[in-house]
């Protein structure tokens, strides 16, 4: 039996006419990207070749011209006495491409450590301290201490410890530079560690500068352990009865209050000799270390000895005793307070006006925390919050809502604080 083989599906199909070679690739590509309206054709125009876009030659570079420096240099030094900081850098990189590795002045250099310390910029301060290095300029001991300051203000604490370890001397303004710039940075076991070492090298000497900068890093690191050790390095070293004596004391008295031991601040404040019991900077930390705590009876019984020594009162104090006057119910005091104020011509800043009208509001005075309101020169939203809460607390909505209102014309954006009043 023959079997018959039937011919192959695809012999009787028409075959279809081959796309040119040139226009495949072209065609593909307008397939998928051309419009649903238009349809495929078997011939595709050839693409245009892209028009070439004239060429940008790059900005040219600025020739070196030592005889620019000088004029350069003074003009650096000229901005950066008159705060102008970032024209003072700006004339460093002429500088710069003027003179290439040639070294600067050294008043230059330091107007340029203080402009980049000034404005915190990282990159300008490692231009500036590369510029130092490379061009062979002789760092002092001076020098030395600006570009330390520099690195710590513009928070490269690696650089800074590299570049103090690498100082070939040091003096007691390189270590409170040092511990200074560590307390400020967040740091102030590291400054106190720091202390240490240079207690151990000096013999068992510091300077005051020091001694003032170590008691505040033992302040924000919250030792009252290493702060009575300090205050035994400080009687060891004899700063007490020295100029730098009341700094010192008033360094003591913020620690031991800030670790929450007002009997030994309160030793420290009655130990103070006779001259330094005239200047106001010991009482007012005193009474700020007793209104932290609360201790408002004694707050108020140090405020009237105070005044019985006729010591000059200052914005500060009476912002601090308003919180006082205001806790105890001592209107009348803090009328004579304000009164005394205005009769030495000492106007109150932001915060004594906001504490003056919060006192007035709490005691229902509220003509007279409007006066207060209305002559401040300048307001924020505590001081709006503090004249709409009282407002508010003593039944007068309308004048609520119509300070609320004119809050709200002047610009000021209000916080969470105001949707409670």
């Not at 402009?115 to 002789?138: I, M, N, T, Y």
């Not at 919250?222 to 035994?232: E, I, K, M, V």
């Not at 000059?312 to 803090?334: I, K, N, P, Y």
Request: net charge positive.
């Amino acid at each position: 039996m023959d079997l018959q083989l039937a011919p192959p599906p695809h012999a009787n199909l028409r075959l279809l006419p081959r796309r040119p070679k040139a226009a495949s690739a072209s065609a593909s590509t307008s397939a998928v990207t051309a419009a649903p309206s238009t349809s495929c054709s078997s011939s595709a125009e050839p693409l245009k070749p892209r028009p070439r876009l004239p060429r940008q030659s790059p900005a040219p570079r600025p020739r070196p011209n030592p005889a620019r420096l000088p004029a350069l240099c003074a003009a650096i030094e000229r901005h950066a006495a008159a705060g102008r900081h970032a024209e003072a850098l700006d004339l460093f990189r002429l500088a710069r491409a003027a003179a290439p590795f040639t070294p600067l002045p050294a008043r230059t250099y330091h107007a340029l450590l203080r402009a980049a310390a000034a404005l915190r910029e990282p990159g300008a301060a490692a231009a500036v301290a590369w510029h130092v290095e490379s061009s062979g300029f002789e760092l002092d001991l001076y020098t030395h201490n600006h570009v330390l300051r520099m690195y710590l203000e513009c928070g490269m604490l690696a650089e800074a410890r590299q570049a103090f370890d690498g100082m070939p001397d040091r003096n007691g303004v390189t270590w409170g530079i040092m511990m200074g710039g560590l307390v400020d940075r967040g740091r102030p076991r590291a400054a106190l560690a720091l202390f240490r070492e240079m207690w151990a090298e000096a013999g068992g000497d510091a300077p005051p500068r020091s001694l003032v900068v170590a008691v505040r890093a033992a302040a924000s690191s919250g030792s009252a352990r290493a702060g009575r050790q300090l205050h035994c390095c400080v009687v060891k070293a004899g700063a007490c009865g020295d100029v730098a004596d009341r700094y010192l004391t008033c360094a003591l008295l913020d620690m031991y209050s800030k670790c929450g031991r007002i009997d030994e601040a309160r030793r420290v404040f009655d130990g103070l000799p006779r001259p330094h019991r005239t200047t106001v900077v010991a009482w007012n930390s005193m009474l700020a270390a007793y209104v932290l705590h609360g201790h408002s009876e004694e707050a108020l019984e140090l405020y009237q000895k105070m005044c019985s020594t006729h010591v000059a009162m200052d914005q500060f104090t009476f912002s601090t005793m308003l919180g006082v006057f205001s806790r105890l119910g001592l209107l009348e005091h803090a009328k004579q307070a304000h009164a005394g104020l205005i009769q030495r011509g000492l106007p109150l800043d932001i915060v004594g006006n906001t504490a003056l009208v919060d006192l007035y509001c709490k005691w229902g005075r509220m003509e007279d925390a409007r006066n207060v309101f209305e002559r401040m020169p300048r307001r924020n939203l505590i001081s709006w919050n503090a004249l709409i809460a009282g407002y508010g607390y003593h039944g007068m909505g309308d004048k609520a809502i119509e300070m609320f209102e004119r809050l709200i014309a002047e610009g000021a954006v209000p916080n969470h604080v105001f949707r409670s009043c």
